[in-house]
């Protein structure tokens, strides 16, 4: 048995498959911009998706940034979102010049909690960024309401949502759009990588421009845009994931079902709740330790100790960031329920190669048997 464990690892075809999928950039030297393994990705994502545009990058960061820069938010305006999350959802709102306000999230599965975003509304509000964190959906049926209540833009971030649908649509159909990370520790990856997710067909040419300088010809430079581009090989990559995707979250399914099968009942350990209407992915297994014979910190090191690399995602929230300290919004102590989640929660290995000898082998750690 393999003595180390991280807190994932990286789904991958067999070498075969890959070298196949990629022989013919070999042959054609066509590596980038935009080529036909791009073309075929985005083709059969927008219909595993069922929506009618995915456009690739080449990280979700920039797919992020891109999004939210597509909306041409007035600079200072003011976008509420969730502290509980990786760096990259703050930092997109920050890098396209808006201010992050920071609301608390709910006790059941951490994601935004809309009963507490219109207290903070203001006149100044432009925009709402909410996380699908672990892959739990947000309460997208309030948040849609209070958006089009305040005429205000919502751009979810479901980097670890991609798989996951909500009464039987994907989560790439929420919201004005919806980005996903494919990056290599994703239940789906592209090595690393990134789509925006939409239905508005003005932003096509509008998403093309930015992440490729604006350029629409030999000759002609429309828009002052960057370089977020999938390359060929990212996408090859994809193509070929795509093709195991079910199998993987299977997999991942009978993980999460043992783990739950052994820590549920225990006092003091608490489990992500079971969404209704929702069809997981099984990206993440947060454990919230409170009132347990060990500490959050405890039990990461003790797990540490044997080899095993759980993760504190996500301690620290980014509202207590040290990049953010100057900043009127921040605090951790503004969002106490997220504080308090940050404080206790460990996200266990989980992949779908894990063998359930492991699994136990976690679990025993933890009850200390
Ligand atoms: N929004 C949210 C809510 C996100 O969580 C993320 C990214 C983003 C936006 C931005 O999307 P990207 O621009 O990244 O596409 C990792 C990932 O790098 C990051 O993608 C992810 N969220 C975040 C939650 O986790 P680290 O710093 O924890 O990763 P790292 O390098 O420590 O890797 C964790 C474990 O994964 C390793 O111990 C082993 C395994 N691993 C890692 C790599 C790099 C592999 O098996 N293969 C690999 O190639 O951030």
């Known amino acids: 048995m393999d003595n180390k464990i991280s807190v994932t690892r990286s789904s991958m075809p067999s070498l075969d498959e890959y070298v196949e999928e990629i022989r013919t950039l070999w042959d054609s030297h066509w590596l980038t911009n935009m080529g036909t393994k791009h073309k075929q990705l985005q083709t059969e994502l927008e219909e595993y998706l069922g929506i009618s545009h995915v456009a690739l990058y080449t990280n979700g960061h920039l797919a992020l940034e891109n999004a939210i820069a597509a909306l041409n938010l007035p600079q200072g305006g003011e976008v509420i979102t969730t502290p509980f999350t990786f760096a990259s959802t703050t930092h997109a709102i920050v890098r396209n010049g808006l201010v992050p306000v920071f609301c608390d999230i709910n006790e059941k599965d951490y994601t935004i909690d809309p009963m507490k975003i219109e207290s903070l509304i203001s006149d100044r509000t432009v925009a709402i960024v909410p996380v699908h964190v672990y892959g739990n959906m947000c309460d997208v049926e309030k948040i849609d309401k209070i958006a089009k209540k305040y005429g205000l833009k919502v751009i979810y971030d479901a980097a670890h949502a991609f798989g996951v649908k909500y009464k039987g649509i994907s989560a790439a159909c929420f919201g004005d759009a919806s980005m996903f990370s494919f990056h290599a520790t994703k239940v789906f990856n592209t090595i690393e990588g990134g789509a925006i997710c939409f239905k508005n067909d003005n932003w096509v040419q509008l998403l093309d421009d930015q992440k490729n300088f604006g350029i629409h010809g030999p000759e002609s430079v429309c828009y002052v845009g960057g370089n977020a581009k999938m390359n060929e090989f990212q996408a090859a990559m994809g193509v070929c994931n795509l093709r195991h995707l079910e199998c993987e ?43 347990y014979k060990y500490t959050r910190n405890e039990v990461y090191e003790m797990l540490l100790e044997e080899g095993i690399m759980a993760r504190k995602y996500f301690y620290p929230l980014t509202n207590s960031f040290e990049c953010y300290r100057n900043y009127p919004t921040a605090g951790a102590e503004k969002t106490p329920i997220a504080q308090h989640f940050a404080l206790r929660v460990l996200t266990l290995p989980l992949y779908a190669d894990l063998d359930l000898e492991n699994v136990d082998r976690i679990c025993d750690l933890i009850l200390g048997n």
């Open 249 to 291: 979250i299977a997999k991942r399914k009978k993980i999460v079902a043992r783990y739950r099968e052994r820590l549920s009942s225990v006092e003091g350990i608490h489990l992500n709740a079971i969404q209704e209407n929702v069809e997981s992915n099984y990206a993440y297994f947060p454990v919230v330790f409170d009132g």
